[in-house]
């Protein structure tokens, strides 16, 4: 049975910058990150919690990084193995919390869609394209692509919303040089960890990478191929011309769009059908991705 939630943590003393579902702590040379059972949904943070969120997501993260052997900033998992320069709570932090590398951050999000979904069936739908890539006419909701288009986005700041742009605006951000090793490195992992996710029976419609610069060597960083960060769809129920189910938080956001809320002011709590249900889902995502059982089941 889930514990209790773990909403926000405060180490005394160290500086904490707080994210949306994740509390960030600055060591120096290093961050302490830990993963909270915050959800957030429409650019609000839910006052209900999702019990063991936070561990499915860093289990399934830590599970990416090995696999891809890609480099990144992840330097340990194991919360006994934690040099802090504070006392802590072993039990609050233990599966849910990583230390990296601290990285000066790549502002893009390096969005990868190999199926047509979610704002990009919106913007195909008005324009026949997606973040300035013209597709074929006649594509359905939930088609697969010919190939894994390259979406970036802004990296907003906590409260602000992501901003699709081309990748021609990318590049005049970021330099043309950096943009055109993030595309090609951002759709290599995306086409290794869909190739993966299938034996396991789930299809990655579209995800997110993040990247970081450390003395110009560029570091994967943050969560990779999450169901928080990807969409991630059942593959022996999967048919195209409308939406799909989901193993993210589909229960939450159509809770949330079926109920009174307008979106624009505080969101309600979640009943516990669908905390329930969320929960549940993660869960499955993360044995199904992983191929083992969630620790803390």
């Known amino acids: 049975m889930p514990g209790t939630p773990l909403i926000e943590t405060n180490l005394s003393g160290l500086p904490l910058i707080r994210g949306k579902v994740r509390d960030v702590y600055d060591l120096g040379e290093k961050l302490l ?8 949904a429409f650019d609000w943070v839910l006052p209900t919690p999702i019990p063991d969120k936070g561990r499915v997501l860093t ?6 990084f090995a696999r891809l052997e890609e480099p990144h900033q992840l330097l340990e998992t194991d919360v006994e193995r934690f040099d802090l320069p504070c006392d802590f709570d072993r039990e609050d932090l233990d599966g849910r919390s990583v230390l990296v ?13 190999g199926y047509l979904a979610g704002s990009g069936w919106s913007e195909y739908q008005a324009t026949g394209s997606v973040c300035g890539v013209r597709l074929p006419a006649g594509l359905r909701e939930s088609d697969r692509l010919p190939e894994p288009i390259f979406t970036p986005a802004t990296k907003a700041a906590v409260g602000d919303h992501d901003e699709n742009i081309s990748f021609a605006s990318m590049a005049e951000r970021i330099g043309r040089p950096l943009a ?11 086409l290794r960890g869909a190739e993966h996710a299938l034996t396991r029976g789930i299809l990655i419609a579209d995800t997110k990478f993040e990247f970081g610069q450390v003395d110009g060597e560029l570091l994967l960083i943050d969560e990779v191929l999450t169901p928080d960060s990807s969409r991630f769809w059942p593959a022996d129920l ?7 189910p989901s193993y993210d938080k589909q229960f939450v956001r159509d809770w949330l769009s079926e109920s009174n809320w307008d979106k624009n002011s505080p969101p309600p ?29």
């Open 59 to 64: 289990q399934v993260s830590n599970y990416w």
């Open 33 to 40: 990150l830990v993963s909270t059972d915050r959800i957030s």
């Open 238 to 244: 999967y048919e195209p011309g409308h939406g799909q």
């Open 269 to 297: 709590e979640l009943p516990d059908p669908v905390v329930e249900q969320t929960r549940a889902k993660y869960i499955e995502a993360c044995e199904q991705v992983t191929g083992s059982p969630f620790r803390w089941k």
């Open 180 to 190: 055109e090793r993030l595309r090609q490195r951002s759709i290599d992992l995306y």
């Open 101 to 113: 590398r601290k990285t000066e951050v790549v502002p893009i999000e390096c969005v990868v869609r």
